[in-house]
């Protein structure tokens, strides 16, 4: 009895052992994925930001290459993904551009310069345009709704179709020299020069500052606008 007692013990005792070593092991397993994935996480992150830096000095190269020429040059999209990015594109130089349809929602445009560039049906809502430089420029249906256009110079601009709704046009300059703003939409422009609401109703613009727009009709006058003006 005694031999099956001690048995019994031994037994017990290595079951016990088993069972610690299992769980040692297990714990041991968890912290090893827990550590890689760390490891893997990091090792994603850092190769992300590296991504991103390649994505943009690729697309700056791209941007910077065509400057002073004609035609895209693949700055559509090069455009589009900086902004994307989150740069900043304060500053940057696209004269006489072929930016047709360009998406520049909320994009820093501060001192940018487009002059004769060809920005029709371009999306520029909310974007910073102050101190831009688009003299010149064809912005023919170009969307520019709450854009910031404070001390801008928009001589010989055409702006007939385009959406200036709710858009700061503190201190524009050269306004009076607008080329065409036929059927464009100026209802709820901010800080307008004194005279310039008269002045664009006078010349074609659309003020619908009293009415009250589905979002329906609002696209059905955008629709009608840009069909008639291109």
């Not at 709450?146 to 385009?162: K, M």
């Not at 659309?206 to 727009?213: F, I, M, Q, R, V």
């Amino acid at each position: 009895m005694v031999q099956t007692a001690d048995t019994s013990r031994f037994i017990d005792f290595i079951a016990n052992l088993v069972k610690s070593w299992q769980i040692i092991i297990f714990v041991f397993g968890a912290y090893q994925f827990w550590a890689s994935r760390r490891e893997r996480l990091a090792s994603d992150k850092i190769r992300n930001a590296q991504a991103l830096t390649d994505s943009n000095y690729q697309a700056w190269q791209v941007v910077n290459s065509a400057q002073g020429k004609g035609g895209s040059g693949g700055r559509i999209d090069a455009l589009a993904n900086l902004v994307k990015n989150g740069q900043s594109l304060a500053g940057v130089n696209l004269d006489g551009a072929w930016l047709e349809g360009v998406d520049l929602r909320g994009a820093n445009l501060q001192h940018a310069s487009f002059r004769h560039t060809n920005l029709q049906g371009a999306r520029l809502d909310g974007a910073n345009l102050k101190h831009a430089v688009p003299t010149g420029a064809n912005m023919i249906a170009a969307s520019l709704e709450g854009a910031h256009l404070q001390s801008a110079t928009v001589d010989h601009v055409r702006l007939s179709a385009a959406s200036l709704v709710r858009a700061d046009l503190a201190d524009v300059h050269g306004w009076q020299e607008i080329e065409s703003i036929s059927y464009a939409r100026i209802h709820e422009i901010q800080r307008a020069p004194a005279g310039f609401r008269e002045w664009a109703r006078t010349n074609g613009a659309e003020d619908h500052t009293n009415a009250t727009l589905t979002e329906e009709r609002s696209q059905e006058i955008a629709y009608s606008t840009e069909f008639r003006a291109v």
